[in-house]
T-cell receptor
Framework: DTEVTQTPKHLVMGMTNKKSLKCEQHMGHRAMYWYKQKAKKPPELMFVYSYEKLSINESVPSRFSPECPNSSLLNLHLHALQPEDSALYLC?????????????FGPGTRLLVL | AQTVTQSQPEMSVQEAETVTLSCTYDTSENNYYLFWYKQPPSRQMILVIRQEAYKQQNATENRFSVNFQKAAKSFSLKISDSQLGDTAMYFCALNSNYQLIWGAGTKLIIKP
């Protein structure tokens, strides 16, 4: 089973709202990733959690706040976003965050910031 | 710096034809993995095939195969007997140092 689930599928929020994106995997993976993807572009890495610890933060603005409650769950808390943050947000997981691992992706959350 | 280059922004072929997508990369490492991911309009990023750099044999998954030329740093994807469901963005990626380095993508359209 190579399934990563994400909720919600779509999200519309105002610039003053607080919302959260959720990601879950049941593959026993110990590394989880957040990516941002603009239309017709490759994904851009935002955060990496390895064994529930934040291991990579690609200088993402503080209005994005990741959280990894356990090895199966990954959240992305959103606050005071800007219209340019509108994008597809993808979650992925891999076995342990090693150097050469296959990442498996969820279906994404389409975010629109008004 | 490690880079991945996909030189074909868009391609289209007739259903049942064979199509080859190009990818070149640059890395100073000896051991790395290469991937092809597919992203259909439904937007889910799906792993198509992967190649371990130390393996000389080209990877194959059903209708999908790669031509891996390590010395030339080339990693092309061949899709045989193309189907309408193959219509998607295809991304080539290099896994090195914990991160995926992505190409710009090739939009593939399969025409009926």
């Amino acid at each position: 089973d190579t399934e990563v689930t994400q909720t919600p599928k779509h999200l519309v929020m105002g610039m003053t709202n607080k919302k959260s994106l959720k990601c879950e995997q049941h593959m026993g993976h110990r590394a989880m990733y957040w990516y941002k993807q603009k239309a017709k572009k490759p994904p851009e890495l935002m955060f990496v959690y390895s064994y529930e610890k934040l291991s990579i933060n690609e200088s993402v603005p503080s209005r994005f706040s990741p959280e990894c409650p356990n090895s199966s769950l990954l959240n992305l808390h959103l606050h005071a976003l800007q219209p340019e943050d509108s994008a597809l947000y993808l979650c992925a997981s891999s076995q342990g965050g090693g150097r050469q691992e296959t990442q498996y992706f969820g279906p994404g959350t389409r975010l629109l910031v008004l | 710096a490690q880079t991945v280059t996909q030189s074909q922004p868009e391609m289209s072929v007739q259903e049942a034809e064979t199509v080859t997508l190009s990818c070149t990369y640059d890395t100073s490492e000896n051991n790395y993995y290469l991937f092809w991911y597919k992203q259909p309009p439904s937007r889910q990023m799906i792993l198509v095939i992967r190649q371990e750099a130390y393996k000389q044999q080209n990877a194959t998954e059903n209708r999908f195969s790669v031509n891996f030329q390590k010395a030339a740093k080339s990693f092309s994807l061949k899709i045989s007997d193309s189907q309408l469901g193959d219509t998607a963005m295809y991304f080539c990626a290099l896994n090195s140092n914990y991160q995926l380095i992505w190409g710009a993508g090739t939009k593939l359209i399969i025409k009926p």
